[in-house]
């Protein structure tokens, strides 16, 4: 079936979810194909990502429509192109554990935006152009998020869009299973037109295996390790790194740098198998290897009582032979592994941008340096948005609806 499916996005961000619905790109030597599909429609209120989602080629020219900056509030459905996919990775501050969890009680309003998700389906469906799918990506926290009569907020988004003729499966999943170098887990919903069987996840099992693509879950995972990450930077823009304040670097210099650094890099190049790696390659480091009498009256307090305070692991440092961590908007060290395994700085830009799957010509100076980071930290890692996308589409052109 040669046919192009017509996406819309919704808060877009800086791209990642589209670029990976796009494909047609690389990331680590690995080639990942071109979709069949076309971007009619992108929108996020954040100028930033949308200057930078506009500021690159494989999302902004040619069939691919621009993204606008404006509220999606204040976007009426009749002015979206009809589409075929509607992609939403609708904020996760109010479910965040990073954030202020206060899920759809949230102050600004955030935590019922998936609502504007079902008011545009709605009303493309009263227009006679029904999609034939959508995804909708957010933090984990969503999970445990209630609606006032105490249904969580999943299966309320399930009850509506089942409503509007629909089937709806949602799953966790960890995007290290998926090609991505990072334990990033995120709850994907994922409905199609009620013609068609509901969507099932092993789906991108399947197309993890078939493609050769890196996983945890396989246990094909050196390529994900962050020694491997870490190889031939310095061709690429992005070299550029947001500084800590004194009192945190100073928090930095005193933890030290993990045991394994530069001369051990090329080891995640050799054929060593990932048994084969030296012990020190996977121990990394964190506040707690600071010495009690040198910790801040904070974090005293938590190493004297750690089951009082479940002795998180704040300040971490991701060895080389780790798969990182979940990379966040803040790109702070207290609540992500955001600092760099031997130097004493925060990741650069491009460090980031890998550690989230986006191919290393992917852009992002036409803003802010601390902007960077706050848009790269809410993207959707494009290696998985192709996982997805290619098993979506594959799911719905096996049952041959898509006219």
């Known amino acids: 079936m040669n046919k192009t499916f017509k996406v819309a996005s919704l808060f877009s961000g800086c791209g990642g979810l589209d670029l990976g619905f796009t494909g047609g790109f690389e990331f680590m030597g690995r080639t990942y194909d071109k979709l069949p599909t076309q971007i009619v429609f992108a929108n996020d209120k954040d100028l930033d990502a949308a200057r930078c989602y506009n500021a690159n080629i ?85 999970m445990s998020s209630k609606m006032p009569d105490g249904t969580t907020v999943p299966d309320e988004i399930k009850r509506r869009m089942e409503a509007m003729g629909f089937r709806v499966s949602t799953q966790l999943i960890c995007a290290r299973d998926y090609g991505v170098p990072q334990a990033r887990y995120r709850v994907l919903i994922i409905g199609v037109d009620n013609r068609l069987p509901t969507f099932d996840f092993s ?22 390790l962050l020694g491997s990450i870490l190889q031939n930077l310095e061709n690429f823009s992005g070299k550029e790194f947001w500084p800590y304040s004194a009192t945190t670097q100073h928090m930095i210099d005193m933890i030290g740098p993990c045991a394994a650094g530069r001369n051990e890099l090329e080891l995640f190049s050799s054929p060593l198998e990932l048994e084969q790696l030296p012990e020190a390659l996977f121990i990394g480091k964190s506040w707690k290897d600071i010495p009690p009498e040198l ?58 941008a890998r550690i989230q799957s986006f191919p290393d010509h992917f852009l992002f100076d036409a803003i802010p340096l601390q902007a960077r980071y706050k848009v790269i930290g809410n993207a959707v890692p494009p290696v998985l948005g192709w996982v997805v996308g290619t098993a979506l589409i594959n799911h719905i052109t096996k049952y041959a609806l898509h006219q």
């Open 203 to 224: 789906e991108m099992d399947t197309i993890v295996k078939e493609r050769g693509i890196p996983s945890h879950k396989s246990g094909n995972y050196k390529e994900l």
């Open 58 to 142: 494989d999302l902004s020219r040619g069939i691919h429509a621009s993204c606008i900056v404006k509220d999606i509030r204040e976007i009426s459905t009749s002015s979206i192109p009809d589409f075929d996919i509607l992609l939403a990775g609708f904020p996760c501050q109010p479910f965040s554990s990073a954030g202020n969890r206060k899920g759809v009680k949230d102050n600004n309003g955030r935590g019922t935006l998936f609502e504007e998700c079902e008011r545009i389906l709605r009303e493309k469906i009263a227009s006679g152009h029904k999609p034939t799918a959508f995804v909708f990506e957010n933090v984990r926290g969503i």
């Open 295 to 352: 910790l801040p009256p904070r974090f005293k307090k938590i190493y004297d009582d750690p089951k009082k305070y479940h002795a998180p692991k704040f300040y971490r440092r991701f060895a080389l032979g780790e798969i990182n961590g979940t990379i966040t908007a803040s790109a702070q060290p207290e609540n992500c592994g955001i600092t760099h395994p031997f130097e004493n700085r925060r990741y650069s830009v491009r460090e980031i």
